[in-house]
């Protein structure tokens, strides 16, 4: 088969990695890929986002597959636009896309369907004065509360205030100076719940879920869960707290009541789930739903899995979603490396020194913002890349992870040091 794999980010350099196991690829290609990917597949200079460009190399190159990785292309209508043109996509349409591309659209869609989710309130620009009021009684009842833009923000449009004054300020910057443009100019206010936070990914045919091992990301740019919201500065799976009980409950409680809300709702949905959940003691609540694998979950999880991932997504596309998942009895831990700067204003080709060999069976390094030239990789994004490491339990996949960075650098490197402690605590 020939496959194009949609993106350039950690994510798709993990994709492109475990799709090419399988004995079924003859090509495969990536769009606009980064330095890493580039070693492993023919990448193209298309924007994720060029939609007419997608098609157009389809076209020319007879693509049997294409897999999407970044939401914004899904939310503009990638797979709408190709399997109109009778090309194979894995990846939901653009209305099935809402459930990610509108927190309005996917807290309204929990609410008629019974999925467990925080109390909400919605408020557009005529009513930022309500939406201040709704969040100074929820701060007075409650000392905490969350704030999130409608729209698409790269894990960078939802905020937990636990101050008056800053609350206001965010919902001002929101709504009138629109630093996030029209992603902001609607916002959810939730109650902010408290416990562990987990991904829960999985693949659908519409019909059936399969979940891959659970993961738990770290958004926070600094150690101890400090600093700005990020893109994800790692991952690591599986989840020392999350036991067959809560996952049973997240199966019948999320994702059974989901694919009945999208029939009930005549939504089709053929692609990836992820339900970003809170776990408090023994409840289950769903914080967000994404239309695609997680950044940097997928770097944690694809290396636990052992079934062919081409072949799953094959059936997922005919509705024959009847085996299981099958994985290795291992953990992965995956630290992010980022640009000084990250998640704000970043400098870019800073020459990168790697390793000059890694042993595959204890490490894994995944490509992000990298571009390759002359022989020599540089950076090209705010996250770098992702290091994992693979162990017999979490602390080992940690200890192999972090060893492994010391041989790694790039000017104004950072890291957070303490990827999986929690999950270590808990084992």
Known sequence: MKVLVVGGGGREHALVWK???SPLI??????????????IAEIVNISSEDLTGILNFCQEKRIDLVVVGPEMPLSLGITDLLEENNIKVFGPNKKASLL????IFAKEFMKKYGIPTADFAVFDKENIEKAKDYVLSLLEKNNFCVIKADGLCFGKGSFVVDDKEKALRIIEDLMVKEILGKAGAKIVVEECLFGYEASLIGVTDGEKVLQFLPSQDHKRL????????????????????????????????????????????????CGVIYAGIM??????????????????????????????LLEIILLAKDKQLKKE??????????????????????EKGKKIKLPKEVDESKNLIFHSGTEKRDGEFYTSGGRVLSVC????????????????IPEIYFEGMHYRKDIGKKGIELL
């Open 222 to 269: 600094l150690d101890n869960d400090e600093g700005p919201n990020t893109g994800g500065m790692g991952a690591y799976s599986p989840l020392p707290f999350l036991k067959e009980d809560l996952l049973k409950k997240a199966k019948e409680e999320i994702f059974e009541r989901l694919l009945f809300g999208l029939k009930e709702e005549k939504i089709e949905y």
């Open 100 to 103: 990610e591309a509108s927190k």
């Open 19 to 21: 799709l090419k196991q």
């Open 325 to 346: 998942l099958e994985f290795y009895s291992k953990s992965s831990l995956c630290v992010v490396l980022a640009s000084q700067g990250y998640p704000y204003q970043y």
């Open 389 to 404: 490491g693979i162990g017999k339990d979490l602390k080992e996949a940690q200890e192999q992870a972090y060893a492994l």
């Open 279 to 308: 776990v408090s003691k023994q409840d289950i609540f769903v914080l967000e739903f994404n239309v695609r694998f997680g950044d940097p979950e997928t770097q944690a999880i694809l290396p636990l899995l052992k079934s062919d």
């Open 26 to 39: 003859r090509e495969i290609y990536c769009a606009p890929g980064n330095g890493g990917i580039s070693e």
